[in-house]
């Protein structure tokens, strides 16, 4: 493993998808800040990891779906 690949290792991990169009965005955009506020570690110790994958359909002509 070179120097820049980081190895992560989780208790859990969230995987999330979240679709949205149009007044829609800005809802799940809201949620997945909550879901990065969760991510760390929980009241036992434990390690989350979340990862999600977004389609903000509105915005199809400027961006990409993005992980």
Known sequence: ???????????????VYIAADDILANFAIESLKQLKSAAGKDKAGSDILVVAQVDLDGYAKTRKTRR
């Open 1 to 15: 493993m070179s120097n820049q690949e980081v190895k992560l290792i989780a208790d859990w991990v969230i995987m």
